[in-house]
């Protein structure tokens, strides 16, 4: 899966529903799809797939599990799709040079974790020689190609946070550390979103006739409609497989999907209130989350009846009463129909890909996998769109006091890491003088 139609100088993901009319606003009012914007939620939804793929394939070498093979596969395969994203802004000898320095850290990722299997102490050093090497190498790259809008040490530090997030995920993990695991984990996908929004803000500082200011509050607001989506899925793949393997993790990779919940919930209740949360958690534990559980569970006990009724209730019950709720919220700015066709076809890139690694057919259910993540940043684009439309008095960058405390972008319950890269961003702006980001600290 190539992302050609990610190419500078706009690079527009589709709408999940195209007829909404939510993208299109008049001068001076908020705007979720600018040049800008879009730059960086296509380098939030690459590099975030990178380190849910990263862990995944870790997880899966210290396993021993059949997949490994496919899941570094697609681990090189996100990063080739990087290539002409970089290449679009800085050249394609630019594009090849990222995506060899991004190869190679991928090979020392999987071969930690292979070193880790095998009691290899010297192979393990080696590794991380490897990783900080790659560390290294992506700050030089970074600070050159964006002439120092990105700065070297910022970057460094930033991207050394990042690969401490995935090594300690992955050891919490060997040593069964579960809980503590999936809090690394959870607190790791929420740093990584950070790289988008600063790398985006170096480029448009950068090339500022090209992409507007990424880091706007509407541009915020869809960067974290688009994580939580993501982990969902993320999460959702993680704990299906692991309920079908019987994986002494499985209840902590339900917990971490609890947590996810949690997080959609406060956003649904804070934009429209707590009896909306309310409604929101009894869809989606009741109709989604616990009957994917139950697919699992059916799935490996080889009842094919309960099956056939989870993967009915998804489809079906789930995507049509979720896709209700949300019209319903947005006040039809997301049609019915179109939304709940949407959702139908979310749900069926989350059974496609776990029934085709319950088949052994590990290649198909990564490329399953690539596709069902990618579409999760349109579903986070129209959700986050027709908000904006519906509240635009909350999303203006000259107040941004006055926007919804939801836990979306920016609030206090982000990552301490998080703040790592909005600081980073704050040296860009002390530099160019012209962006503004917004700090946030983890109460």
Do not use: C
Not at 7 to 12: F, R, T
Not at 165 to 194: C, M, R
Not at 393 to 422: C, D, I, R, Y
């Amino acid at each position: 899966m190539k992302w050609r139609k990610f190419l500078a100088p706009v690079v527009g993901a589709a709408l999940l529903v195209t007829a909404t009319g939510t993208t299109t606003f008049a001068h001076g009012t908020p705007q979720t799809d600018t040049t800008g914007v879009e730059l960086r939620a296509t380098l939030d939804s690459l590099l975030s797939e990178h380190y849910a793929l990263a862990v995944d394939s870790m997880m899966k070498i210290y396993d021993g599990d059949k997949g490994a093979e496919a899941a570094m596969a697609a681990l090189d395969a996100n990063a080739e799709d990087m290539e002409p994203v970089i290449a679009s802004v800085y050249g394609e000898e630019g594009g090849a040079a990222f995506e060899d320095i991004f190869i190679k850290h991928n090979t020392g990722t999987d071969e930690y974790a292979q070193a880790v299997k095998d009691g290899d102490k010297e192979m393990q050093k080696k590794a991380l020689d490897e990783i900080q090497s790659f560390v290294d190498e992506m700050g030089a790259f970074l600070a050159a190609a964006t002439e120092g809008n990105l700065p070297e040490d910022g970057a460094t530090q930033a991207l050394r946070q990042h690969e401490d997030f995935v090594q300690n995920t992955f050891d919490l993990y060997t040593e069964g550390k579960y809980e503590e695991a999936y809090t690394s984990y959870l607190e790791g996908f929420k740093q990584i979103f950070g790289a988008g929004s600063a790398i985006s803000g170096a480029v448009a500082t950068q090339f500022p006739d090209k992409f507007t200011d990424p880091n706007t509050v509407a541009g915020d607001f869809r960067s974290t409609v688009n994580r939580i989506a993501a982990e969902h899925f993320a999460l959702a793949q993680l704990s299906m497989a692991k309920g079908f393997n019987g994986a002494e993790d499985f209840d902590f990779a339900d917990w971490a999907q609890d947590q996810n919940t949690e997080e959609f919930r406060g956003a649904v209740a804070s934009v429209y209130g707590e009896e909306a949360g309310t409604q929101f958690v009894k869809i989606w534990d009741n109709e989604h989350i616990s009957v994917q559980g139950d697919l699992a569970t059916a799935t490996a006990s080889d009842e094919q009846g309960a099956v056939d009724e989870a993967t009915a209730a998804l489809t079906d019950q789930f995507a049509t009463n979720f896709g209700t709720f949300l019209s319903t919220a947005t006040e039809d700015r997301l049609p019915k129909d179109e939304l709940i066709a949407g959702i139908q076809a979310h749900e069926t890139s989350v059974i496609d890909t776990f029934n085709q690694y319950v088949a052994g057919d590990y290649e198909t259910s990564y490329e399953t996998y690539r596709t069902g993540y990618a579409l999760m940043f349109d579903i986070g684009n129209g959700l986050s769109s027709a908000i904006v439309d519906q509240f635009p008095e909350n999303f203006h960058n000259e107040a941004p006091e006055k926007m919804p405390k939801t836990g979306f972008g920016g609030t206090a319950n982000q990552s301490n890491t998080m703040v790592l890269w909005v600081t980073l961003s704050a040296l860009i702006l002390t530099a160019a003088g012209t962006l503004t980001y917004r700090q946030s600290k983890q109460q």
